[in-house]
């Protein structure tokens, strides 16, 4: 079955510390994004990308980086610069061809202490 | 830029009720136009969607009708269940060459179905 899978679901870590979150699709889409959702809150941007080798900053980037070189992957790393990491963190695609739903996967919910 | 602006929450219904979520919302283009659900721990999932004025999306008995002269989206169920309990969002999407195909999300509401 075509999807995005995120791992972990589930991740901690102490302050100070970068962590990456891990995105991979096999949708063969060409448009990957991340989001953050915090409680009882809508969705905010934080990174896309059109196509393989190239990425843009959302509403919300400062803290974090990502990287697209691949067509199925897009990892977000959460660096120590972000002022407050702990949320739930959501990757999506789309085919990027028209305007076009959003696939999600199922999340991961960092929680640095 | 886009916005998307949803009924306030949370909502809480007894089984067998009416639903209706409205959204209204503002874009510089020609938006296709999105609800999703998200089900607790979980991603969004595409509920439903409409591409041009008028068209009604529907799935599941949840219906939404573009309307363009009112710039509205608004969810409905004729009959909800308790396995409805969930939240949901309406949003917005441009074609690629309008604001990078980005969506643009409401906040979101929390719908309680209860037995």
């Known amino acids: 079955d075509g999807g995005i899978t995120q791992s972990p679901k589930y991740l901690f870590r102490k302050e100070g510390q970068n962590v990456t979150l891990s995105c991979e699709q096999n949708?063969?889409?060409?448009?990957m994004y991340w989001y953050r959702q915090d409680p009882g809150q809508g969705l905010r941007l934080i990174y896309y990308?059109?196509?393989?080798?190239?990425?843009q900053k959302g509403d919300i980037a400062e803290g974090y980086s990502v990287s697209r070189e691949k067509k199925e992957s897009f990892p977000l790393t959460v660096t120590s610069a972000q002022k407050n990491p702990t949320a739930f963190y959501l990757c999506?695609?789309?085919?990027?061809?028209?305007?076009?739903?959003?696939?999600f996967g199922n999340g991961t919910r960092l929680t640095v202490t | 830029g886009d916005s998307v602006t949803q009924m306030e929450g949370p909502v809480t219904l007894s089984e067998e009720a009416f639903l209706t979520i409205n959204c209204t919302y503002t874009?510089?283009?020609?938006?296709?136009l999105f609800w999703y659900v998200q089900y607790p721990g979980e991603g969004l999932q595409l509920l439903l969607k409409?591409?041009?004025?008028?068209d009604k999306g529907s799935n599941k008995g949840f219906e939404a009708t573009y309307r363009k002269e009112t710039t509205s989206f608004h969810l409905e169920k004729g009959s909800v269940q308790v396995s409805d309990s969930a939240v949901y969002f309406c949003?917005?999407?441009?074609?690629?060459?309008?604001?990078?195909?980005?969506?643009?999300f409401g906040d979101g509401t929390t719908l309680t179905v209860k037995p």
């Open positions: 999506a695609s789309s085919s990027g061809r028209g305007p076009s739903p959003l696939h």
């Open positions: 949708l063969n889409h060409d448009a």
């Open positions: 990308s059109q196509i393989v080798n190239d990425f």
């Open positions: 874009a510089t283009g020609y938006p296709s």
């Open positions: 409409a591409t041009k004025a008028d």
């Open positions: 949003a917005l999407s441009e074609a690629p060459n309008t604001n990078a195909g980005k969506s643009t």
